[in-house]
């Protein structure tokens, strides 16, 4: 069923991916729904066809049926309270999504927090979740954020209450440090609260251990760091191969004990898990995604687009109002 899930909305993306067998469980699809993939992908392309889309500096923002298969293999790890970490979080939306599993928004469907278990002993009753995403591509987290603070009230309370945390992390990232005249503003939002050193073969040890930690690129071999990361319980699920070779999306359980386990889940294909200065050599000049427009400035121009068009006669205007396309966000 892989790459034939398209939508023409963020809710008709999920209702294919559910047809196709690839969203199962409630509360992928809550998630799924209440983030519209529409505000983590460049203006002109298209979000919700199954495939990935460029971001800018060779990355991508993967096609929904590899997100919909890594939330699957993750969801019993993804509920309430759980604490994940999502290396390569590029545009953010994988991010949010388990945001909005792990601390789900008050009125999302399944948001419950007696729903399942399966959570790891760092997990905390009756929420707490949190959700952190490291990124060396300044100018993707500053687009992250900005796309978070469109997605919800919910999303940018977990920035404030420091819940959800999209770093950028190795050598850049001082230029994002919060300090103590507080997080910069980049892209529209507030970024992070201080720098993580390093890249994302660390992993964020300051918030480990974790319940489930996704890779969003490809791996030559599974980074120790981030299985010592893992909470017992806990799930990684990540790329492993060559760039341009033969990868397999691999599954890394540690049971109660802290015994580690690891499988082939399917063949992938992934962009190369690399530093800042090595893709940014390899992708050369050009535009990078920086996050949709803050809402602010969205309100400003629809409210001058319904100047000049002048008052609708009040059947066009239920009219419109029933046309919406329906896209949770």
Not at 30 to 56: I, K, T
Not at 277 to 286: D, L, N, P, V, W
Not at 317 to 324: D, F, M, N, V, Y
Request: hydrophobic letters at 40%; charged letters at 15%.
């Amino acid at each position: 069923m892989s790459w034939t899930c398209h939508g023409s909305s963020n809710a008709s993306m999920v209702a294919a991916l559910k047809r196709a067998g690839l969203v199962r469980s409630p509360h992928v699809e809550a998630a799924m729904l209440a983030v519209d993939r529409g505000l983590f992908v460049p203006p002109g392309q298209s979000p919700y066809q199954d495939a990935p889309q460029p971001l800018g500096c060779g990355a991508t923002i993967s096609a929904p049926h590899m997100h919909a298969v890594c939330l699957e293999l993750m969801a019993e790890q993804l509920r309430p309270g759980a604490r994940v970490l999502d290396v390569g979080s590029g545009s953010g939306y994988l991010a949010l999504v388990f945001a909005a599993m792990v601390a789900p928004p008050p009125a999302a469907p399944g948001s419950s927090s007696s729903g399942g278990g399966g959570g790891s002993s760092s997990s905390s009753a009756g929420g707490g979740g949190r959700v952190v995403g490291v990124e060396h591509i300044g100018e993707l987290v500053g687009g992250s954020v900005a796309a978070a603070g469109r997605v919800g009230g919910w999303a940018r309370r977990l920035l404030d209450e420091d819940r959800l945390r999209l770093e950028q992390v190795g050598r850049g990232a001082r230029r994002l440090g919060g300090g103590a005249a507080g997080p910069r503003r980049w892209g529209g939002g507030a970024v992070g609260r201080g720098a993580a050193a390093g890249d994302g073969f660390a992993g964020h040890p300051a918030w480990a251990p974790f319940d489930a930690i996704h890779v969003g690129a490809a791996a030559p071999a599974v980074p120790p760091a981030l299985v010592s990361q893992l909470a017992p319980g806990g799930r990684l699920v990540l790329p492993v191969g060559p760039e341009g070779g033969p990868q397999a999306l691999v599954v890394v359980d540690k049971d109660a004990e802290g015994h580690v386990t690891s499988r082939r889940e399917m063949g992938v294909m992934y962009v190369p898990l690399t530093t800042e200065h090595a893709q940014r050599s390899r992708a050369g000049t050009g535009a990078v995604w920086r996050g949709p427009l803050p809402v602010a400035l969205v309100e400003e121009e629809e409210e001058e687009q319904q100047a000049a068009e002048g008052p609708q006669p009040r059947g066009s205007q239920r009219e419109a109002e029933l046309s919406g396309s329906g896209g949770g966000r």
